[in-house]
């Protein structure tokens, strides 16, 4: 047993033991779905900070049949015990299973290492294969190990022999039906006993997101003899209905949906401050960062602050639970004085399906249509939906970015002048596509590389390079290469 206690709205871990003293045989495939999992057919997805105890337990309450950890960092977890500690042991509560734990991991031994920590408080451990930000692809994780099989299957099968817990994956498709079906077929082979499948590439995210390919899921459905989650389109609780009816999914995940209204799942569009004062109540019992609950309920009212915009700062500024709950009750007070002045038979405004109040989906804006509202074209200068700060004058745009609005809200008087801008200029006027990396070199490295090499030919396809007398110790020097530091051996 974990033995916790309550004190002045602080929770606190006495003693850390697993919770499942006495494991079972490890199950596989279906009967680890059906007995282990209870069939779920509700997911709410792993989301890096947004996925805490505290709305897990708020999604279970309205229908939510499987939960999963936010993502967490395989070799940060093993060497960490605070970040352990924080992101797992002392998140354990009964009501919170089943529960799976997915990790990010490129490493085949540090991810079982992993793994190994946590298989204790949890009903499975999934590999994160679906990630597509960048941070993903600079740490060389998620999405972009998509075409590293031989790497992938030696994780999964290390993982499948060494657990007491079944591994399950969470991948993205390919742009070709049949790769993604073999790519499936891989894992499964590997020993992955629950595969969840995003129907989108991992380049179609933020305002290129566009629609899910059930076609995709559906494929790798019939593929695999292991239960198959689909992820993608959901917003309704009737999508999940049409989702498993069309790809025949065992389950259904939601991420957007669930984060826009946690009771998607029991079919219902709840007001936005009942929603927040049950999540309030359950952060009491179970705290987690302010930032988390902050950006929960960014999301949760979304089209609410686009009314009432005053009340996007005072949620920014709020330092405090009591706090953010003063800036519910004053937003709560504002719909409900809205509602008692509307007029019979009003609509709707903005082409929302419900009135900003009540929890709805958010759909994003695609390339063209975010172009508009920056008032460009989709083709000017190749530029997809960057918001236009250039024509500003005085670095105060209409549109700013989530991060320059806050860093606005915290600094009233900054300015986002692109005129201020470094400029970072290089001397060499002769910078071809193909040799860009070696010129940058060549801009960096004092004596210049002309009394280092003999020569450089730039070619169509190819750049050749010749040195006098050997590279020496050259390949050992760190050098930077657009703000990242790396060895020049390696960047060759």
Not at 27 to 34: A, V
């Amino acid at each position: 047993m974990i033995n916790c206690t309550l004190k002045k709205n602080n929770y606190f871990c006495i003693s850390l033991f697993p919770f499942s003293l006495g494991k079972m045989p490890k199950l596989q495939g279906f009967e680890f779905w059906r007995e282990t999992l209870r069939g779920a057919h509700y997911v709410v997805a792993p989301m890096v900070d947004q996925s805490e105890l505290a709305w897990r337990l708020l999604s279970r309450h309205h229908g939510a049949q499987l939960c999963y950890t936010p993502m967490l960092h395989a070799q940060v977890f093993v060497r960490d015990a605070n970040y352990r500690k924080e992101n797992l042991y002392c998140d354990v509560c009964p009501e919170d299973r089943p529960l799976i734990v997915q990790f990010c991991a490129n490493d085949p031994e540090v991810f079982v290492q992993a793994a190994l920590l946590a298989q204790d408080y949890c009903d499975a451990i999934d590999l994160n294969l679906g990630c597509p930000q960048m941070i993903a692809k600079r740490g060389h994780y998620g999405a972009f190990l998509q075409e590293e099989w031989a790497l992938l299957q030696k994780m999964i099968l290390l993982a499948h022999e060494k657990l007491s817990v079944p591994i399950t994956c969470k991948i993205r498709v390919f742009r070709e039906i049949d790769k993604t079906v073999k790519y499936a077929q891989l894992l499964e082979k590997a020993g992955c006993q629950l595969l969840t499948v995003h129907g989108r590439t991992k380049e179609q995210k933020g305002p290129l997101a566009g629609v899910a390919s059930w076609e995709h899921i559906k494929a790798v459905r019939k593929a695999v003899s292991i239960p198959v989650f689909a992820n993608g389109n959901i917003q309704y609780l009737s999508d999940v209905e049409e989702c498993m009816q069309k790809t025949g999914v065992h389950g259904v995940m939601s991420a957007e949906g669930n984060l826009h209204n946690p009771a998607l799942f029991e079919g219902r569009n709840p007001m936005v401050w009942e929603m927040t004062e049950e999540y309030l109540e359950i952060v009491h019992q179970y705290p987690c960062p302010l930032s988390y609950v902050r950006a929960h309920l960014f999301k949760l009212w979304h089209h609410t602050l686009q009314v009432y915009q005053q009340l996007r700062e005072e949620l920014a500024k709020a330092k405090t639970l009591e706090g953010i709950a003063d800036v519910n009750r004053d937003l709560k007070l504002r719909c409900q004085e809205e509602i008692a002045n509307q007029k019979e038979g009003e609509k709707p405004k903005g082409g929302l399906p419900f009135f900003h109040w009540i929890c709805q989906p958010y759909v994003r804006p695609g390339p063209k249509e975010t172009c508009k509202e920056n008032g460009t074209s989709g083709s000017e200068g190749g530029v997809r939906g960057k918001r236009a700060l250039e024509d500003e004058d005085d670095g105060n745009a209409d549109i700013l970015s989530k991060n320059k609005q806050k860093k606005k809200l915290r600094n009233p008087n900054k300015r986002f002048d692109p005129s201020l801008k470094r400029k970072r200029t290089c001397p060499n006027p002769d910078r071809h596509k193909e040799g860009e990396r070696l010129l940058a070199l060549s801009c960096s490295i004092k004596p210049p590389l002309p009394s280092l090499y003999s020569h450089y030919a730039i070619g169509e396809n190819f750049l050749q390079l010749e040195q006098k007398g050997g590279l020496g110790n050259l390949g050992n020097r760190k050098l930077s290469l657009s703000g990242v530091d790396q060895e020049e051996g390696n960047s060759l």
